[in-house]
């Protein structure tokens, strides 16, 4: 494995020791590819996966030729908030997973927020 994923893992899990996701406040874990950006809500205590949305998914996909990475960040963010406020959970714990909090993962995360989810 190349080291900065080694690295990225060795953050993500010291992240993970920290903050863990419960029904009332879920957790929020961003995953981010070359490509693609994937965001998902996590409750822990009961290990299910309330909602997720990502740069394939039907509802945030568009015209990929004049869509950067981070407006599809910005998507992503916003489609989730839309998700989960559609459940009516409003307050989160966001799980950066390793990654710095700088472009698309802060893109993803003042979107989220600017559609009404706390965190």
């Known amino acids: 494995m190349a080291m900065r994923i080694v690295g990225r893992e060795?953050?993500?899990?010291r992240i993970r020791k920290k903050i863990g996701g419960t029904l009332e406040r879920p957790r929020?874990?961003?995953?981010?590819?070359?490509?693609?950006?994937?965001?998902?809500?996590?409750?822990?205590?009961?290990?299910?996966?309330l909602a997720?949305?990502?740069?394939?998914?039907?509802?945030?996909?568009g015209p990929a030729a004049d869509v950067t990475k981070l407006d599809a960040a910005k998507k992503v963010g916003q489609a989730i908030a839309t998700l989960l406020l559609a459940k009516g959970i409003d307050k989160v714990v966001f799980d950066r997973s390793g990654?710095?909090?700088h472009g698309r993962i802060r893109a993803l995360a003042?979107?989220?927020?600017?559609?009404g989810l706390k965190f």
């Open 28 to 49: 929020l874990s961003v995953f981010r590819s070359a490509r693609h950006i994937y965001a998902q809500v996590v409750d822990d205590v009961a290990g299910k996966t």
């Open 110 to 115: 003042d979107a989220a927020r600017a559609a």
């Open 10 to 13: 060795r953050r993500k899990l």
């Open 52 to 61: 997720h949305a990502s740069t394939l998914s039907r509802d945030v996909r």
């Open 99 to 101: 990654y710095l909090y």
